[in-house]
């Protein structure tokens, strides 16, 4: 171990206790999106908890976001004071839990278990801790790390991302990004681009005694679902060259159906009927025309029935990536390398990423965090209290080497 190493591990070291009560406090509040609940209780925790480290946080209310959030906001806090600039991007709301018993944590055997621990409440604890770590321990130089939370990731960051966007609170002059999502120690320098659809057909209701005076939405949708499922065969046959995870398909991934139905009763011929579609696409294809195919498809497929349709695209979310040959990149690789004592791999991350946010203005950014990707999102999630400080470890790293 290097002796920066063994100084900033001995730092969150000391910490390991309180680092692993705020998570369990953090992960306590269900703030489960959709419907994005308890945001605000979330948001004044954590700048409790910034206060605490120095961070001079600040939350930033959002009235202006759609949806049913509730006191949506995003929290931002600084270390450091110098030109350089550094992003540390995180987000506290968790998907639904499957059980409420989720939001009791439990600690054991060196692990938090309950929702939210692997994305990304623990990865948010590590940036945290490590941007403390940076500024106490003088790593920053002439440079600073900002901090931003926002309150929306898991239902496509309108709110939070894109008023950071449009607010111009993104400089596009920062030396990197990083986020905190779980990427189990492997660095995502590249992520997915996200289609979704909502398809609604339009029929005409009949009693069965009489369904020959009635149009069959629920027909009419099974006709134009079939060239939607060809497609999401063909792109799952169209690899990426970006490295993945083991377990992880190269193709593009679409899911047709994921909700779906129609229909007033069993004796009744369906007026309506829906089904969504949802693709995630490598950094490879060009999503604007993906979509532009895949609505075509949809649409010659009622012409040939004259089905009546209705389109709507419910989100389009750009994919994003930065060269494992770039200086940014290798710097990282360098650094998880250092504390992580082997080679960093880089990998594609199988989903979207907040990556996209700060890529498009040009800044390097990358997905690193503790948790695991097969549990986020599942009835058994955890992180390791371990990986977490060994996370905070390479936040605080980086920005160093980014910034000192
Ligand atoms: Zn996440």
């Not at 099974?222 to 990426?240: C, D, F, I, S």
Request: charged share 25%; aromatic share 6%; hydrophobic share 40%.
């Amino acid at each position: 171990m290097t002796d920066r190493v063994a100084r900033v591990g001995a730092w969150l070291d000391e910490r390991a206790e309180e680092m692993a009560r705020f998570l369990e406090r953090l992960v306590a509040v269900d703030s489960e999106n959709p419907p994005g609940r308890a945001l605000g209780r979330c948001a004044r925790l954590l700048r409790e908890e910034m206060d605490r480290l120095g961070l001079s946080p600040e939350i930033l209310g959002l009235p202006e976001a759609p949806g049913d959030l509730e006191e949506p906001c995003l929290v931002r806090g600084t270390a450091g004071d110098g030109g350089g600039l550094v992003y540390f991007h995180g987000h506290f709301d968790v998907v639904p839990a499957q059980d409420r018993a989720q939001f009791t944590p439990v600690r054991r055997e060196g692990k938090i278990v309950g929702r939210g621990t692997a994305d990304m409440k623990g990865g948010v604890v590590g940036m945290l801790y490590g941007a403390a770590a940076a500024r106490e321990l003088g790593l920053l130089g002439d440079g600073r790390i900002v901090v931003h939370l926002v309150c929306d990731e898991e239902t496509g960051s309108v709110a939070g991302s894109g008023h950071l966007r449009a607010a111009g609170l993104i400089d596009p002059a920062a030396r990197a990004m990083l986020t905190a999502e779980p990427s189990g120690g492997s660095i995502w320098n590249a992520a997915r681009g996200a289609i979704s659809l909502r398809v609604d057909v339009q029929g005409r209701e009949a009693h069965v005694g009489q369904a020959n005076l009635g149009v069959n939405a629920f027909q009419h949708m099974l006709h134009l679902a079939r060239p939607v499922e060809r497609y999401a065969a063909e792109m799952a046959g169209r690899h990426t060259d970006f490295p993945m995870g083991p377990g992880d398909a190269p193709g593009s991934m679409l899911v047709v159906g994921g909700l779906s139905g129609g229909g007033s009763n069993f004796n009744v011929v369906p007026g309506s009927a829906y089904f969504t579609v949802d693709g995630r696409f490598n950094p490879e294809e060009d999503l604007d025309g993906e979509l532009k195919r895949l609505t075509g498809l949809i649409e010659d497929a009622a012409r040939e029935i004259g089905a009546t349709v209705a389109i709507r695209t419910t989100q389009v979310q750009p994919s994003a990536s930065t060269g494992p040959d770039h200086p940014a990149a290798a710097a990282l690789a360098r650094v998880v390398g250092e504390v992580q004592g082997g080679p960093a791999r880089f990998e594609l991350c199988p989903g979207v990423l907040e990556t996209r946010w700060y890529a498009q203005l040009g800044i390097p950014a990358f997905g690193y965090g503790p948790g695991r990707l097969e549990v986020s999102h599942g009835p058994e999630e955890y992180v390791e209290e371990a990986a977490v400080r060994r996370c905070a470890a390479v936040y605080a790293l980086y920005a160093g080497d980014m910034l000192g």
